[in-house]
């Protein structure tokens, strides 16, 4: 358990003991006081599962002026969400893109980038999962409850394991490696590789290499590393290039990138 937040925002966050299912990984959130705005969700390498069963109904703001209220898919990446709520209490998934489609029975493909409702994807389901959370009164037995429903609804469908491949060795080197590297190892043409990767990841290859590196400058940036080393200890190719890539990502600098509460809450709760 800890709690993370500025002066004006703090979250309790609980983990599970431990993750059991490959690919997922989850914590618990209990909101003690959002700020009017609310709070800006930077974006990360997964496809985010949320699940609300406090009195409080979250609601998120997208870049295209969508808002979304309650339980929620959103694609991995590339925009900044805001979230609003006070006393919002939530259980969030990270999927990676490799096993979304098995868990969520939808290609990430399929969500074109978008935050979509999650009674869109799983009818009833969405509203009975809330509600069984919401009379467990205990973290633990919310987080037992959610795995069992995860473990359940996981399907036989697979990503390509050339696909699957080439997604670890991006999240290896952080976002480091050449496409065309990637290509070579595993027999394809860079051509292949783009459309089957996009198609089945919801996004092409060179933009997941961008948003795991970003996510890792990200992370540096918030423990306190310069812009200039984050830059390089990330593999961008200067400064310059690291605060374009954090622009288009959340329309900060990387100073107030620096100071965002949600990268706070990240090394508490998903150690």
């Known amino acids: 358990m800890g709690c993370a937040g500025g002066e004006t925002a703090v979250w309790e966050v609980r983990r599970p003991p431990r993750p059991r299912l490959p690919g997922v990984r989850m914590a618990g959130f209990r909101d003690r006081g959002a700020t009017p705005e609310g709070h800006r969700a930077i974006p990360h390498p997964a496809v985010t599962l949320l699940l609300e069963f406090g009195s409080s ?30 006393q919002v209490e939530c259980i969030q998934i990270r999927l990676s893109p490799v096993v979304a489609r098995a868990i969520l029975g939808v290609s990430p493909a399929e969500l074109d980038g978008a935050v979509v409702p999650l009674d869109e994807l799983w009818g009833r389901e969405a509203r009975r999962i809330c509600e069984q959370l919401s009379e467990t009164g205990s973290w633990a037995g919310r ?6 429903l995860l473990a ?4 036989t469908a697979t990503v390509d394991p050339e696909i699957a ?3 670890r060795q991006l999240t290896r080197s952080r976002g480091r490696i050449r496409i065309g590297t990637l290509a070579a190892d595993v027999g394809w043409s860079r051509k292949r590789l783009w459309s089957r990767f996009d198609a089945q990841l919801g996004m092409p290859p060179k933009r997941a290499a961008g948003l795991i590196r970003f996510d890792h400058a990200a992370h ?12 390089a200890e990330s593999g961008y190719a200067d400064q310059p290039h690291l605060h374009r890539d954090v622009a288009a990502f ?3 600098t990387p100073s107030a990138l620096a100071r965002e ?3 706070a809450v990240d090394d508490l709760a998903w150690l």
């Open 165 to 167: 491949w080439c997604w």
């Open 261 to 263: 509460p949600w990268l």
């Open 220 to 231: 540096l940036l918030a423990a306190g590393m310069g812009a200039a080393r984050a830059a």
């Open 152 to 155: 359940h609804r996981r399907s």
């Open 250 to 252: 959340t329309g900060l």
């Open 57 to 86: 109904t979250p609601l998120v703001d997208t870049t295209t002026g969508a808002r979304r209220a309650g339980s929620l898919v959103a694609a991995a990446g590339p925009a900044a969400l805001w979230v609003h709520g006070d």
């Open 143 to 148: 987080f037992a409850l959610t795995e069992a």
